[in-house]
C-alpha cells in the first residue's frame, strides 16, 4: 500500500472538468499541495456527501495553493454528471481502466452487491516533489476521512 513518505505513483487518465480533458499527474505536481480523494462510486450518498464536504471546504485548501481532485472508476461522462448536479467546481480523475486505484493499493469489491474494482474511500496529499505527506484509506466506504485532518496535512504540506 502506498503510504506517508512514499513517491506517489505518477499516471495519466481523463479528468472531468464539464468537459473531458486528461491530466497527467507529474506534469501537475506545481499546483501542490494535491489532494487526491478516491471515491467509491459518483451518486452514491456517501460519496455525494463527501465531494460536497470537499467543495464546502474548498476555500480552506485555496489559502494554501491546494489542488483538489476526486478520484473514482466511474466514466468521465457520469463524472461530469456527477460534478453537475452537486455545483463541485474541482475536477474529477477517471480511472475506468482501474490502473489508479491498483497502483494505490485503494481496489475493493462490494461482493454482496456484485460491485468490483471502486476505490476505498481514501485521502493522498502530495508535495511538488511528488512525495506523499499524508495517507488515510478506509475499509468501511460508510467513513469519511477526517476533513479537519486533511486541511492540517495541506497546511503542513504547503
Known sequence: ???Q???APDFTAPLSTGDIESITLSDRLDEAPIVLAFFPGA???VCTDEMCTFQDRLSAF?????TVYG????????QNAFRERNGLTFD???DFDREIIDDYDVRMDFEDLGVHGVAKRSVF????DGEITYSWVSDDPGVEPDYDEVEDAVANTA
Do not use: H, K, N
Open 62 to 66: 485555496s489559502e494554501f495553493d491546494a
Open 92 to 94: 474529477i480523475v477517471s
Open 125 to 128: 496529499v502530495i508535495d511538488g
Open 71 to 78: 478520484v473514482s472508476v466511474d466514466s468521465p461522462f457520469a
Open 43 to 45: 451518486f452514491s450518498s
Open 1 to 3: 500500500m502506498v503510504r
Open 5 to 7: 513518505g512514499d513517491t
